[in-house]
């Protein structure tokens, strides 16, 4: 289980009031790294779990124009555009959203914090489920294996 948050009403990254359908449109159908910092994560983490050295360039922000004409001889758009479709397709298969209608803005912070308490509950269990991978080599050494 993964807990992010997509705002919509203002009080959360991004602004406008009903614009949720858009958000969610955005990060499952459209592939646009530079739309979506939630994509743009994404695709760090997969780049970087691999050692891809395009992570250099998808780091670079292509959201203007001047910037896409700065940059269009350093970018490798066909590397780019299969990342893109790459974490397009993780997201697709991953994660799933559920929507919550939460008026008042304390209450919203109210229900994020339980939401991400019980995440850290799981991941807590989940090592404890791990510890008995850990074993000790000698005196002061611990060894970690995770799988």
């Not at 009903?18 to 646009?32: A, C, D, I, V």
């Amino acid at each position: 289980m993964h807990t992010a948050r997509t705002g919509s009403s203002g009080s959360g990254t991004h602004s406008g009031s009903g614009n949720l359908r858009q958000r969610l449109s955005e990060h499952y159908r459209k592939t646009n790294k530079d739309r979506s910092i939630f994509l743009k994560h994404l695709g760090r983490c997969l780049l970087a779990a691999r050692d891809d050295p395009f992570l250099m360039q998808w780091e670079i922000d292509l959201t203007t124009r001047a910037a896409r004409e700065r940059y269009t001889g350093e970018i490798d758009h066909d590397h780019l555009q299969r990342v893109e479709q790459e974490v397009s397709d993780y997201l697709t298969r991953s994660f799933t959203f559920i929507a919550l209608t939460v008026v008042e803005k304390s209450d919203r912070r109210t229900v994020e914090h339980g939401l991400l308490v019980h995440r850290l509950s799981r991941m807590v269990q989940a090592w404890a489920r791990r510890r008995a991978a850990l074993r000790v080599d000698g005196v002061n050494h611990l060894s970690v294996s995770v799988h």
